[in-house]
């Protein structure tokens, strides 16, 4: 299908748009092939300063699929579950 017959049958009249509209849709379908997998581990060190933790992704990291963490008392690495649907923050007030 060409451009031009994307743009009739949507209404579109910007060319840009159209354009842009493509190539998302295109490194959308890209990005949901599982075609390239690989595992990795790494060891999340404490920051120096502040409060945060350094977790040392790839470079070349598109989608994270999985973690797991190490349970060093039965020496196997445990799933970690995916949140799913919203999270509801509640402010700790206790003294």
């Not at 031009?4 to 842009?20: D, S, W």
């Not at 920051?47 to 350094?54: D, L, V």
Request: proline share 3%.
């Amino acid at each position: 299908m060409k451009l031009q017959e994307i743009m009739e049958r949507t209404g579109l009249k910007e060319t840009g748009l159209a354009v842009a509209w493509c190539k998302d849709a295109i490194n959308l379908m890209q990005s949901q092939i599982d075609e390239n997998l690989s595992s990795w581990t790494s060891n999340i060190t404490k920051a120096t300063t502040g409060t945060g933790n350094i977790y040392p992704f790839p470079a070349n990291l598109i989608r994270l699929r999985m973690v797991s963490v190490l349970d060093t008392n039965e020496d196997k690495y445990k799933k970690i579950r995916r949140i799913a649907g919203d999270i509801t923050l509640v402010e700790d007030v206790s003294p």
